[in-house]
């Protein structure tokens, strides 16, 4: 968890659309995710690959991280993979994972890239899309796959053509929870909300929607509009409540390890460690500039529901 990067948004941006690309910057999302995928109409892939490198450094100048959804296809794969793997890029998104063997064909790929282009070994980073009930069954070897794997996430509207339902909760939690659960059994980040993706009109649902994902135990998800970057930015991050609260945990269970003791008291609670891992997870969301107490003083936070 520790090592997990601040990714409470990420935007999706059409590689190959000047208008958006423009001012992708701007949105303030944590990552920007270059699409090659389904954003792209086939005639255009090839002069998106081709301008990549000029749009990383476009993308990126604001100090978001810059990923790449690539093609599931082989001869687009491969295409995509030659044209992404290069400096500036944080990692690659993967569309329609189903095995562990493929994503590791993938990972050997980017391996040689790399080593022929001489960027650091195991920079570039995988985020991994289930997108079919197929891949349901095979959940914990895909999350144990490879160490360049980063982080997984549902991608909702796929899976739920899959199943020919609509992308709603009904269809969407169980396997939500079950890339969740094997995520979080891996070490892994996990991405998403169990929602549609493509609602981003009422964002009052919306902001709903990303509090129960935050609830869950995700810690961040794609957005396919700028109107929803804040709602993530905001929905995925500690109030100052909770902040006050794990701090207090934390000292609390300090005081209690030199007194030798395994457990103490809060707010009329017991906290024992599972609670104290919950606390540092909360400061460690918060991002080193609030994980210290606010010099103004904050409010007593009592326990997050």
């Known amino acids: 968890m520790s090592s997990w990067p601040r990714w409470r948004s990420l935007l999706f941006v059409p590689?190959?659309?000047?208008?958006?690309?423009?001012?992708?910057?701007?949105?303030?999302a944590d990552g920007i995710i270059l699409d090659l995928e389904d954003a792209v109409p086939p005639p255009e892939k090839p002069a998106a690959r081709d301008a990549l490198g000029g749009t990383i450094a476009r993308v990126g100048r604001g100090g978001a991280a810059v990923l790449v959804r690539v093609n599931a296809g082989l001869r687009d794969l491969a295409r995509d993979l030659e044209a992404a793997v290069q400096s500036g890029v944080a990692a690659l998104v993967l569309p329609k994972v189903e095995s562990a063997g493929w994503l590791r064909a993938v990972a050997d790929a980017v391996e040689e890239l790399e080593a022929e282009r001489g960027l650091p070994a195991g920079a570039i980073r995988l985020v991994a899309q289930i997108e079919s009930p197929a891949a349901l069954?095979?959940?914990?070897?895909?999350?144990?796959?490879?160490?360049?794997?980063?982080a997984m996430t549902i991608g909702p509207e796929d899976f739920s053509a899959a199943l020919g339902a609509?992308?709603?909760?009904?269809a969407l939690l169980g396997p939500n929870l079950a890339v969740l659960c094997a995520a979080r059994a891996a070490g892994l980040l996990p991405l998403g909300f169990v929602g549609s993706i493509g609602e981003f009109t009422d964002l009052d649902a919306f902001r709903a929607t990303v509090a129960q994902a935050r609830r869950l135990g995700f810690r961040g998800a794609m957005a396919v509009h700028p109107a929803q970057v804040a709602v993530l930015n905001e929905g995925f991050a500690p109030t100052e409540a909770e902040?006050?609260?794990?701090?207090?945990?934390?000292?609390?269970?300090?005081?209690?390890?030199?007194?030798?003791?395994g457990a103490f008291r809060l707010d009329g609670k017991m906290v024992d460690a599972p609670v104290v891992r919950r606390a540092e997870e909360i400061l460690a969301l918060a991002g080193p500039?609030?994980?210290?107490?606010?010099?103004a003083g904050s409010s007593t936070g009592s326990?997050?529901?």
């Open 289 to 295: 500039s609030r994980q210290q107490d606010d010099p």
């Open 15 to 28: 590689a190959h659309a000047e208008r958006f690309l423009a001012r992708a910057h701007e949105r303030g």
């Open 166 to 170: 609509v992308p709603g909760p009904e």
């Open 243 to 261: 902040l006050d609260w794990a701090r207090r945990v934390v000292e609390g269970d300090a005081a209690a390890r030199a007194a030798r003791q």
């Open 137 to 150: 069954p095979r959940l914990s070897a895909i999350a144990a796959a490879h160490p360049r794997l980063l």
């Open 303 to 305: 326990e997050p529901t």
